[in-house]
């Protein structure tokens, strides 16, 4: 026995690691390709051409994944971490198509489009409806959310804010220009800048007028070993 479980132990080490990931199906450019999906919105190619980098996927943005940090209406933060999961399942399971002009975001991952992704995760309220500007989101993706909201699915179940917070900073984190956070709302997909001066403390639950609440973590305090405590579950 001890020897089948010595052997057991040293093929699974020898399994390369992104075999041990679950690999979902999508389509890039037409080039169908193996991904591991990070989160509702977010992949990592696991295969082709393009192995090894990083997707955004715009359009569309799914609750953060990293801990219970957002909270609205009669929801707890745990409960739409809970939805965020579910978001990411949601996209493991299915096969997407995605186009994208290879350009990067800030943080260097290419940035794809999947419009039947999109429309699938918002109309099961594990998503909503974004642009990065003041223009609204294409009206498949609003008629999409509006029936989600109606029938009072995932994220929606317990309340409608004006606007989902989507991200926060700190004022004291040195990016150049005016320190904002991002609203995006809940009938147009617009995003709107919270201009601001303010400096938050770490675990700190930031809250927006319309009730959309979200807790400050810097990112290099999401994962890890420097992980904010508060991101324990």
């Not at 989160?39 to 801990?67: C, H, I, M, Q, W």
């Not at 933060?77 to 800030?106: F, P």
Request: proline content about 5%.
């Amino acid at each position: 026995m001890a020897f089948w479980v010595t052997l057991s132990v040293a093929l699974l080490a020898a399994v390369p690691a992104a075999w041990a990931r679950p690999a979902s199906k999508v389509f890039l450019n037409g080039v169908p390709a193996p991904v591991f999906f990070n989160d509702g919105d977010s992949f990592t190619v696991l295969g082709g051409p393009l192995e090894g980098s990083k997707a955004r996927l715009a359009g569309y943005n799914t609750l953060e994944s990293f801990g219970p940090v957002h909270r609205w209406g009669e929801w707890t933060a745990h409960e739409l971490y809970i939805n965020a999961k579910m978001a990411t399942l949601n996209a493991r399971r299915g096969v997407w198509r995605c186009h994208s002009d290879l350009s990067r975001d800030g943080y260097g991952r290419i940035l794809w489009t999947c419009p039947d992704l999109i429309v699938d995760q918002v109309r099961k309220g594990l998503g909503h409806p974004m642009t990065v500007t003041e223009e609204p989101s294409p009206q498949e993706q609003l008629d999409a959310m509006v029936l989600a909201q109606r029938e009072r699915r995932g994220m929606w179940a317990k309340g409608i804010p004006d606007y989902v917070l989507t991200s926060t900073h700190s004022n004291d984190e040195g990016y150049a220009g005016t320190t904002y956070n991002r609203l995006v709302s809940t009938k147009t997909g617009a995003s709107k800048k919270w201009l601001h001066t303010d400096n938050y403390k770490e675990c700190q639950e930031v809250c927006h007028e319309s009730g959309s609440c979200m807790v400050y973590v810097a990112f290099n305090k999401r994962y890890g070993a420097q992980r904010a405590a508060c991101l324990a579950h």
